[in-house]
């Protein structure tokens, strides 16, 4: 089943004509693009999945048993291939907007959980609906797999959204992201339900990242099990660190009790987490202490003491947030993990709240810059392309003046 949604029902539905952009990444060159490439940026198609539940013109913020995915058109407007250009170069301060043009529903699986029976201690799924789900999954790989051809990628950028975002707003910000890298990955987001409440949402969202958990990972695994994939990034903003560092969790324990690598089996080389909402003493005792980074290449986290939303998150739930830690603010005993363990890297900004103290991976040109550095090219805080200042233990500094060393862009043929 097919579904084209019109990008002005979709608009209209978020009750926004259009996205401003955040910033232009420092240091950007356009490196690993080709030329036709940098004229392109202007215009995106992204990947999705989403278990939001569909409403007139696109996804609302409740909850749909069932997960969607397909194809997302984002244009840049007003600003031509080469204005846009020079706004990524940081050659001009006058900031494009963003459209959703079209959304395009091509897959949806089946509602769960699937129907199944226990006989005798033996689990049993309905034969049906566990074709129609299989089928499903497939499709999704296919196309994928499609998209890594096309794009000559064996890359997947996959993004998880924080709290309080649209399906649009989402997308808008992994074609920020996918520009800032060199557009080296085939982007896919996984949007989950929130952003629809105004009294108690907070809170109510976290139940809906919740929620979301099983259907994250089902996406997880469909896109490691896909041939055509080499390495998977995953970008987490907010509240939706929580969810993804809950599905990763879950997904390494299963890896574990079958005696399986967690890095071979799911490849994920780069986990970002950006001003994660999480409880600090949670993340020390579920994370840190259950060895999480072992299951990766590496792990950056971006941090900011002065992030107002965390502060605000901390004082709801009674507990210092994980975004907003320190070296200070750090146990004795995960200060011992970390004198140890290298592949996990706490990167603080200095200077977030000159820019935006919680949405700052978006709105801080250092910032920007650097994820899209790691995206491109792999390379961990130290490296020669990521430059960042050294401080105490795992800690990293980065502020305005960061530039990362990348190639020069690509000329003109």
Not at 104 to 132: K, Y
Not at 157 to 164: E, P, R, S, T
Not at 181 to 201: I, K, N
Not at 280 to 297: D, K, N
Request: charged share 25%.
């Amino acid at each position: 089943m097919r579904y084209v949604f019109a990008a002005a029902t979709l608009l209209i539905s978020s009750c926004a004509s259009s996205y401003p952009a955040a910033i232009a990444p420092s240091g950007w060159t356009g490196n690993g693009l080709t030329s036709r490439e940098v004229q392109d940026l202007t215009s995106g198609e992204l990947l999705y999945v989403t278990d939001r539940a569909p409403e007139r013109g696109g996804y609302g913020a409740e909850r749909s048993t069932s997960m969607a995915a397909g194809k997302a058109r984002i244009d840049v407007k007003g600003m031509d291939a080469q204005a846009y250009r020079t706004f990524m170069s940081g050659e001009n301060d006058d900031r494009p907007a963003y459209t959703a043009e079209t959304v395009e529903e091509i897959i949806r699986f089946p509602g769960t959980p699937l129907a199944f029976s226990i006989e005798n201690g033996v689990l049993s799924r309905e034969r049906p609906s566990l074709a129609r789900y299989q089928e499903a999954g497939r499709a999704f790989q296919e196309l994928l797999a499609e998209r890594l051809t096309r794009q000559d990628s064996q890359e997947v950028l996959l993004y998880v959204h924080g709290f309080n975002n649209t399906f649009e707003h989402g997308a808008f910000n992994l074609f920020e992201v996918w520009n800032a890298s060199g557009r080296t990955a085939v982007p896919v987001l996984f949007s989950w339900p929130t952003g629809g409440r105004s009294v108690l949402g907070y809170l109510g969202d976290t139940q809906d990242g919740d929620f979301a958990i099983f259907h994250l990972k089902e996406l997880i695994r469909l896109i490691s099990a896909t041939p055509e994939v080499d390495s998977v990034t995953i970008l987490a903003h907010s509240r939706g660190v929580s969810l993804a560092t809950d599905a990763l969790r879950e997904l390494m324990i299963e890896a574990r009790g079958s005696d399986l690598s967690m890095r071979d089996t799911y490849r994920i080389e780069n986990l970002i987490l950006a001003a994660p909402d999480m409880d600090l003493g949670v993340m020390e005792q579920r994370l840190v202490a259950e060895a999480f980074g072992m299951g990766f290449g590496q792990i950056n986290v971006y941090v900011n003491p002065g992030d107002d939303a965390l502060g605000l998150s901390g004082w709801v739930f009674g507990a210092r947030r994980f975004g907003a830690m320190t070296v200070e603010t750090m146990s004795d005993e995960s200060k011992a993990v970390f004198r140890g363990v290298r592949s996990v890297s706490f990167i603080a900004v200095e200077d977030a709240n000159s820019f935006d103290p919680h949405n700052y991976f978006r709105r801080h040109p250092g910032v920007l810059a650097d994820i899209g550095t790691t995206i491109q090219t792999g390379a961990h805080p130290g490296d020669p392309e990521r430059p960042l200042e050294k401080g105490e233990l795992n800690f990293w500094k980065i502020d305005r003046r960061y530039m990362p060393n990348l190639p020069p862009e690509p000329k003109d043929p």
